[in-house]
């Protein structure tokens, strides 16, 4: 049986000492040898030039294998597509497509009067094209907008049968919360590879607010862990601990790709995916 494999998600720098963040978050979590690492579009298509610019820096001087985010928000079809363009003639073979979050401010998503109306028609017209691997985004949690507890699962089969090959889940914080999503998606015929998406808690407040946008349930007792860990100082500890008993759990059940939400922070990853065992003898030796 062959080992499980990591891939690692990355935001584009908007500052100078973002920028160096960046490139020592990719410097360290690149001798991992992951699968693929993806950058991500800001709210509202904010960080489209920057993450053009990451895109390209990683594969041509990094050599990495990257998945470029791209959004409906705020931008026409032609203009959509001609970026997808422009990333496949960078050699970039595979998109995350997701409909985007607003501007800040903006409230709810709307749709661009020439754009697409949702990232079901843009992961249609990207497979039209005939020039990538798809991969979308999926919610284990209800998505705050779902109209019941079936949407998400319906509007996931809808981007799988688009053209949609993958899809990655917003984050969660126990490893049944996959499973039983999993189970729903086999149950409505979905049949695409489903990764779990990984947040390592770096900050407790600040996860625990993101959570709460996307939607994500907070378990009561990992709250009262936190909340005494911080009272303790020993947040780190307990974040390494909580982040690395969730992955193992997932690999036990024959989970065999994790994908980080790094946040441009490494440490916290890189600890876990070596408490896994999963670093390769070339990352082992880099840190000896």
């Not at 729903?184 to 489903?194: E, H, P, S």
């Not at 996860?207 to 009561?220: E, L, M, Q, Y």
């Not at 780190?236 to 008993?245: G, R, S, Y």
């Amino acid at each position: 049986m062959s080992q499980p494999t990591v891939s690692f998600e990355f935001f584009p720098p908007q500052s100078l000492e973002a920028s160096f963040r960046l490139w020592d978050t990719v410097n360290t979590l690149a001798h991992f040898d992951p699968s693929f690492v993806s950058v991500t579009y800001g709210a509202g298509g904010t960080t489209r030039a920057l993450t053009h610019e990451a895109v390209e820096t990683l594969r041509s001087h990094m050599g990495l294998n990257v998945a470029a985010h791209l959004t409906c928000v705020d931008a026409t079809r032609a203009e959509t597509l001609a970026i997808a363009d422009q990333y496949a003639r960078a050699g970039v073979s595979r998109i995350v497509a997701l409909r985007g979050d607003p501007p800040k401010g903006a409230g709810q998503f709307a749709v661009h009067p020439d754009g697409f109306a949702s990232s079901v028609d843009l992961v249609e017209a990207l497979a039209q094209t005939g020039k990538f691997d798809i991969t979308v985004g999926a919610y284990p949690d209800p998505h705050p907008e779902a109209a019941d507890g079936n949407a998400d699962i319906d509007w996931l089969k809808r981007k799988i049968d688009a053209g949609a090959s993958s899809a990655i889940t917003q984050f969660f914080f126990e490893a049944e919360t996959f499973f039983r999503f999993r189970d729903r998606c086999a149950d409505a015929g979905i049949t695409a590879q489903i990764i779990p998406g990984i947040l390592p808690i770096e900050n407790w407040s600040g996860t625990r607010a993101f959570a709460k946008r996307c939607g994500a349930n907070v378990p009561t007792e990992l709250a009262t862990m936190f909340e005494t860990a911080e009272r303790d100082g020993r947040t780190d500890l307990l974040a390494t601990a909580v982040c690395t008993e969730l992955c193992s759990d997932l690999l036990d059940d024959g989970i065999d790709h994790l994908h980080f939400y790094t946040l441009n922070k490494p440490g916290l990853t890189r600890d876990v995916v070596h408490a896994l065992g999963l670093a390769p003898d070339t990352a082992l030796a880099n840190v000896a």
